[in-house]
Nanobody, 114 residues
Framework: QVLVVESGGGLVQPGGSLRVSCVVSTSIFSRGDMAWFRQAPGNQREWVASITGNGRPAYTDSVMGRFTISRDNVTNMVYLQMTSLKPEDTAVYYC????????WGRGTQVTVSS
């Protein structure tokens, strides 16, 4: 079973920045596209950003210009750099393939609050 472990979440003030990370137990190079999702309390899990195997990103409209997804195919890491954070970004953040084919990790909590 492929394991996914997210980390890097925390409490940050509005307007602040945070980087969350994800390590995958098998080669993400062979997995192709990778993605970040998030789930806020009472909401369904939603797609946030994706990155192709050769590094081309895509973002949901609400994070465009504020978040940056990246990947390291050697260390099997996927990153999400978040800037200009807003309270509505508060959620548990997860990584997976865009088609959600991997078992979900535990996620990492991001809380944006003053």
């Amino acid at each position: 079973q492929v394991l996914v472990v997210e980390s890097g979440g925390g409490l940050v003030q509005p307007g602040g920045s945070l980087r969350v990370s994800c390590v995958v137990s098998t080669s993400i190079f062979s997995r192709g596209d990778m993605a970040w999702f998030r789930q806020a309390p009472g909401n369904q899990r939603e797609w946030v950003a994706s990155i192709t195997g050769n590094g081309r990103p895509a973002y949901t409209d609400s994070v465009m210009g504020r978040f940056t997804i990246s990947r390291d195919n050697v260390t099997n890491m996927v990153y999400l750099q978040m800037t200009s954070l807003k309270p509505e970004d508060t959620a548990v953040y997860y990584c997976n393939t865009p088609s959600q084919e991997l078992a979900w990790g535990r996620g990492t909590q991001v809380t944006v609050s003053s």
